[in-house]
């Protein structure tokens, strides 16, 4: 039904985006609140992420509410530890520092001294009183809340005119390429990569998913419901993705055996058969062509009312509805060409998301 010339096509069109270039040493500089990056001092290897967007209230603004586990590894010796947030409140009741279970030594346990904030450098500072020890495993907990966004950054709602005419919203993430530290507290640099366990509250009508597939789910006071996710690749923080809401999917099966899912709104879901189709004939060319197969359980596509572009995240490629939506009856070869083009484009993750800026 679609030629390898056309996917073909589609992807070169795709990659042309890709060429911008910059000169050799561009970043090199200081590692500071001044240059706004993070020392090098500290690496993290591992999140628990919890995300409760709480977006059921009658209209924004809606608050969200979150809890993070950081682990991480000393790389230099050091007695604060430093990491990014924006716009986020952080209880200063809940912060805890401690020697992580998988260390392999035994260094004596930290002790908090004081927390800082600098809103200009995006920079929360954790004092300890006592030297973190090179090679050594720590963990930070955080429980923070926010607002959810209305500029399709971040952590965001979109509204869309549900078919009763009435107003619903989505709920979905857009970190790259410096927005996740407004979602949840993180070292929000490409660099620093790690693994991330990721649970979503939801209310009991709600959808909700994530990079990764569901493993299991609990329940939670109020009748809320929360989706347990299994265990992220290493990967950057801006890859971290969830939407949730009233969303449906079409499947269509890869031929390398895993669903291709995408997913939308009710109503546009008769739209949505073509880009399904696709993109599964896509990422099993894409995996020939490349010789780099798609190693992730699930690919969804989740198909957003008024987001503009698209962002491939791990597991879990974001777009708005307008860039793959198409009728397959009646629509042209150019539209067609168009939707394919754009799939293509998001549909490289598995050589894209494994490379990053060194620091």
Same mark, same amino acid.
């Given at each position: 039904?679609?030629?390898?010339?056309?996917?073909?096509?589609? /992807?070169?069109?795709?990659?042309?985006?890709?060429?911008?270039?910059?000169?050799?040493?561009?970043?090199?500089?200081?590692?500071?609140?001044? &240059?706004?990056?993070?020392?090098? +001092?500290?690496?993290?290897?591992?999140?628990?992420?919890?995300?409760?967007?709480?977006?059921?209230?009658?209209?924004? $603004?809606?608050?969200?509410?979150?809890?993070?586990?950081?682990?991480?590894?000393?790389?230099?010796? +050091?007695?604060?530890?430093?990491?990014?947030?924006?716009?986020?409140?952080?209880?200063?009741?809940?912060?805890?520092?401690?020697?992580?279970?998988?260390?392999?030594?035994? $260094?004596?346990? $930290?002790?908090?001294?004081?927390?800082?904030?600098?809103?200009? #450098?995006?920079?929360?500072?954790?004092?300890?009183?006592?030297?973190?020890?090179?090679?050594?495993?720590?963990?930070?907990?955080? &429980?923070?809340?926010?607002?959810?966004?209305?500029?399709?950054?971040?952590?965001?709602?979109?509204?869309?005119?549900?078919? &009763?005419?009435? +107003?619903?919203?989505?709920?979905?993430?857009?970190?790259? =390429?410096?927005?996740?530290?407004?979602?949840?507290?993180?070292?929000?640099?490409?660099?620093?990569?790690?693994?991330?366990?990721?649970?979503?509250?939801? =209310?009991?009508?709600?959808?909700?998913?994530?990079?990764?597939?569901?493993?299991?789910?609990?329940?939670?006071?109020?009748?809320?419901?929360?989706?347990?996710?299994?265990?992220?690749?290493?990967?950057?923080?801006?890859?971290?993705?969830?939407?949730?809401?009233?969303?449906?999917?079409?499947?269509?099966?890869?031929?390398?055996?895993?669903?291709?899912?995408?997913?939308?709104?009710?109503?546009?879901?008769?739209?949505?058969?073509?880009?399904?189709?696709?993109?599964?004939?896509?990422?099993?060319?894409?995996?020939?062509? /490349?010789?780099?197969?798609?190693?992730?359980?699930?690919?969804?596509?989740?198909?957003?009312? =008024?987001?503009?572009?698209?962002?491939?995240?791990?597991?879990?490629? /974001?777009?708005?509805?307008?860039?793959? #939506?198409?009728?397959?009856? /009646?629509?042209?070869?150019?539209?067609?060409?168009?939707? #394919?083009?754009?799939?293509?484009?998001?549909?490289?993750?598995?050589?894209?998301?494994? +490379? =990053?800026?060194?620091?």
């Amino acid at each position: 039904m679609y030629p390898a010339a056309v996917l073909i096509l589609a /992807t070169f069109l795709s990659i042309q985006v890709e060429g911008t270039s910059y000169p050799r040493g561009y970043r090199e500089g200081p590692r500071d609140e001044v &240059d706004g990056r993070l020392p090098a +001092t500290l690496r993290p290897y591992h999140y628990n992420l919890e995300l409760f967007p709480d977006f059921y209230g009658s209209g924004p $603004p809606f608050p969200f509410s979150g809890h993070v586990d950081i682990f991480f590894d000393c790389e230099v010796e +050091t007695n604060v530890v430093i990491i990014q947030s924006r716009g986020l409140t952080i209880n200063e009741s809940a912060i805890v520092v401690g020697v992580s279970p998988d260390t392999p030594g035994a $260094p004596p346990n $930290p002790v908090l001294d004081t927390f800082a904030e600098n809103p200009a #450098a995006n920079f929360l500072y954790f004092h300890l009183v006592n030297n973190l020890v090179v090679g050594e495993k720590y963990f930070l907990s955080l &429980d923070f809340s926010g607002t959810l966004r209305s500029d399709n950054n971040g952590l965001y709602y979109d509204p869309y005119q549900a078919e &009763d005419g009435t +107003t619903k919203y989505l709920v979905s993430a857009q970190f790259e =390429s410096i927005e996740a530290r407004t979602a949840f507290p993180c070292f929000d640099e490409p660099d620093f990569k790690a693994t991330f366990d990721i649970r979503v509250v939801r =209310s009991a009508s709600a959808v909700a998913l994530a990079n990764m597939p569901i493993v299991s789910t609990e329940s939670r006071p109020g009748g809320y419901f929360a989706e347990i996710y299994a265990r992220t690749p290493v990967m950057s923080s801006y890859l971290v993705c969830i939407g949730v809401g009233d969303i449906r999917p079409v499947i269509s099966q890869s031929i390398n055996g895993y669903e291709v899912r995408i997913w939308s709104r009710p109503q546009m879901l008769s739209e949505m058969q073509f880009a399904a189709d696709v993109a599964a004939k896509l990422q099993a060319w894409l995996d020939a062509e /490349t010789q780099i197969t798609y190693r992730e359980p699930k690919m969804d596509h989740l198909a957003l009312p =008024s987001k503009g572009g698209a962002m491939e995240n791990w597991g879990l490629i /974001t777009y708005g509805e307008e860039s793959i #939506a198409i009728n397959s009856q /009646t629509s042209a070869a150019t539209g067609k060409l168009n939707v #394919a083009s754009i799939i293509a484009h998001r549909h490289r993750p598995p050589p894209e998301n494994l +490379t =990053s800026p060194a620091s």
